[in-house]
């Protein structure tokens, strides 16, 4: 081997070693600057209550302070509905709006959600699911997200009082795009009264199995003139007894 020869290899051998060390070190920085594990403020059973990153906001107003029982009311004013073509409405009429949070749902998700915004970063919001199995054997869920930004209560929905088999079901699957879930039934959703509703919007990624729906809530002008949910005021301290 010629002298110029070695010096070739060498220079090869070096620069090699310079990209795998740059690649190591680019590989570095991207592991340094994920994103960090969602943080779970509530779990039971599938029931749960995480702060995620919000791609929608980095801005939100929070951390934010709202009580078990205010965030109860305001759950409890969310109607939804099965929305309907208008050949379905032909011959079965507009269908019935129902309630999106029943009385022990919030009992779970009030307290969840009032910590979860009292810990929640400005580029972050409050994510929650409950599920449950039904009499007949199925799966109920309801998915959503909950923030606040300028003075406005968002709250999105990708499911409410979904039902759907306990366990992955191939007949779910669109024969002619494997790996695609049917959509699930969709839905409606409104804020009652609407005087406090500032709109609805529905969003949703193509080939997507669920929608999304997101309300736009005057939360504080709502909270004034609603009645408080029971059962969920923070206890008052008993006062000692007379003599």
């Not at 110029?4 to 070096?14: E, F, G, L, V, Y």
């Not at 920085?29 to 702060?51: F, H, M, W």
């Not at 080939?207 to 009645?227: H, N, T, V």
């Amino acid at each position: 081997m010629t002298k110029r020869t070695r010096i070739d290899t060498q220079s090869a051998k070096w620069s090699a070693l310079l990209l795998v060390l740059a690649a190591s070190m680019i590989g570095a920085g991207c592991a340094g600057t994920s994103d960090p594990p969602p943080k779970t403020i509530y779990e039971s059973g599938r029931n749960q209550v995480r702060l995620v990153k919000d791609p929608d906001s980095s801005t939100n107003a929070h951390p934010a302070t709202l009580s078990a029982a205010e965030v109860g009311t305001l759950l409890r004013s969310v109607r939804s509905w099965e929305r309907r073509s208008f050949v379905h409405r032909l011959f079965y009429g507009e269908a019935d709006k129902t309630r999106a949070f029943r009385n022990e749902e919030i009992t779970v998700l009030a307290p969840a959600l009032s910590k979860a915004l009292a810990q929640a970063a400005p580029d972050e919001r409050a994510y929650f699911h409950l599920s449950h199995a039904t009499d007949q054997g199925d799966e109920e869920s309801t998915t959503g997200w909950l923030s606040i930004r300028n003075g406005t209560l968002h709250l999105s929905l990708s499911e409410v009082h979904d039902r759907h088999g306990p366990e992955p079901d191939i007949s779910k699957y669109d024969r002619q795009m494997p790996n695609v879930r049917e959509r699930s039934a969709e839905f409606d959703v409104t804020f009652e009264p609407e005087d406090y509703l500032i709109k609805v919007k529905s969003a949703g990624k193509l080939f997507a199995p669920d929608q999304r729906e997101e309300l736009q809530i005057k939360y504080r002008e709502a909270l004034a003139a609603l009645p408080t949910y029971p059962g969920l005021e923070p206890r008052q301290p008993s006062q000692p007894s007379q003599p």
